[in-house]
């Protein structure tokens, strides 16, 4: 059965441990789906480069335990490998307290084992006492083996064997410290592909230390899924990356529609973070997806009935956002004339007055929110219970949902009329622009437990068609 590759804490190498094993059943030719736990959106876009493949999201807090075991089970069915990427340490849960919504949690829930990545490089024996613990603190998560990564030398790899054989864990990777794997990162994380250009070199070093740093004949059979597949189980490489899911929809998502209602996405460097349940969904019951880029596009495309702002990096290219002003100016107008519109965290910035950046500088944006994003050294971070105050664009008053939250931008000047009251220990008790036909919110969501939220927003954007 399928691995959770976990590490024993943030920044132990479990990202760069699951991007060679991946690069490398690429290089193989073999299919395999992969997932990461929590909310992250970065570390699946460098999944989907190399698998070809969409990467889902396991997180409990935003959809639920039933929804996390029903979206790993339907995805895993056509492929023969699969492997979820965890997030944090081990034990790291949502709140900081107890490990709901950890990496531990998640295994669980699937019933899947362990291969736990530590970071050897200040460590000798007491690696013992650390795999030990790890292995002894929760009966019910298995410990599949190890990963030995930034090991120093061959001395130093002996003392770490030595230490560990006693336990008689598997020792099924070993990666030595080197410098010529890097990965570009900044305020939140590492940069999305997007930015990066061709990743080619990348995914092929990331393969040949794979092959070179992990016990194949013991690892692969790990990494199967034993689903028995009706057609191929190669992989034919494209040269571009495959970014939309073609798979069937989920047995437990909503009944489909005979509508076909187009949508725009925006898709660029700028705005790049969805969670591929969120599009599936909105493929499922009746939306037709047409991505633009208000970076490079000089207009909406044609016809469009809804507008989805997703998150990302305005502030990075906020002066090229600025100088489309053809875009700007067509999201204007047609907010102005009420299309209904989801605005989220980035989406949020690009239509308020302006983007102050990181060297405080003013940039002109959509100006359709009577406010300024500005970015500062301050991270707000953290899992959100919302509750709607009013009925709007994609909530009923009083409907309550989960988010997160991930920015280091505040806003100059709140709204008059919130979104949603926000449980404590939220920054603020109320968030987000409520016009009718806007939704503008820091709050990022995942639909997949809640399909009940993009249906209602499809009804608006159907609606907006029939009165249009």
């Known amino acids: 059965m399928p691995l959770v590759i976990a590490g024993e804490r943030s920044g132990a190498g479990k990202t760069t441990v699951t991007l060679a094993l991946l690069s490398c059943l690429r290089r193989r030719g073999l299919l395999v789906q992969s997932f990461k736990v929590g909310p992250d959106y970065i570390d699946p876009m460098f999944h989907c480069y190399v698998t070809r493949r969409p990467c889902y999201n396991l997180d409990p807090v935003l959809t639920s335990e039933r929804y996390v075991q029903q979206c790993f089970s339907h995805h895993t069915d056509s492929v023969a490998y699969a492997l979820v990427e965890g997030a944090m340490g081990l034990f790291d849960g949502a709140a900081g307290r107890g490990d709901y919504a950890s990496t531990a949690h998640v295994a669980r829930l699937l019933g899947l084992p362990v291969l736990l990545v530590v970071d050897c490089s200040r460590m000798s024996y007491s690696i013992s006492a650390l795999v030990h613990g790890y292995r002894s603190f929760d009966s019910r998560v298995h410990l599949a083996g190890v990963v030995l990564n930034r090991v120093g030398s061959d001395r130093h790899l002996d003392m770490l064997k030595s230490a560990l054989e006693p336990l008689n864990v598997p020792i099924l990777g070993v990666l030595r410290r080197q410098d010529r794997i890097t990965i570009p990162d900044r305020h939140l994380g590492l940069v999305p592909t997007l930015e990066l250009g061709n990743l080619e070199p990348l995914v092929d070093q990331l393969a040949s230390l794979g092959e070179t740093s992990f016990n194949w004949s013991r690892l692969l059979p790990l990494l199967e899924t034993n689903r028995t597949l ?7 490489i494209s040269t571009k990356p495959e970014t939309r899911s073609e798979n069937p ?10 509508l076909k209602i187009p949508i725009a996405i925006a898709q660029d460097a700028a705005f790049n973070f969805y969670y591929q349940d969120n599009l599936d969904l909105l493929t499922t019951i009746g939306a037709e997806l047409i991505f633009w880029s208000p970076l490079n596009d000089s207009e909406l495309p044609k016809g469009v009935q809804g507008l989805y702002l997703g998150g990302g990096f305005p502030e990075i290219f906020a002066a090229q956002l600025t100088e489309n002003e053809s875009a ?11 299309m209904p519109t989801y605005a989220e965290c980035g989406g949020l910035m690009y239509l308020c007055q302006h983007i102050v950046d990181f060297d405080e500088r003013s940039h002109p944006m959509i100006g359709i929110l009577p406010t300024t994003a500005v970015m500062g050294k301050r991270l707000t971070l953290g899992y959100r219970q919302v509750s709607a105050l009013q009925d709007g664009l994609m909530f009923a008053r009083g409907a309550i949902a989960w988010g997160h939250e991930f920015h280091r931008s505040h806003l100059t000047k709140e709204s008059q009329r919130p979104l949603f009251s926000l449980s404590s220990p939220a920054p603020s ?13 820091y709050i990022h969501l995942h639909w997949g437990a809640t399909p009940e939220i993009p249906e209602r927003f499809l009804r608006n954007c159907a609606r ?3 009165e249009n």
């Open 464 to 466: 907006f068609r029939s």
């Open 230 to 236: 009706a057609g191929t189980e190669r992989l034919q």
């Open 249 to 258: 929809s989920l047995q437990f998502k909503p009944q489909t529609s005979n």
């Open 429 to 441: 008790p109320t968030e987000g622009w409520h016009f009718p036909h806007l939704h503008a919110s």
């Open 328 to 338: 700007r100016n067509a999201v204007k107008v047609a907010i102005q004339s009420q």
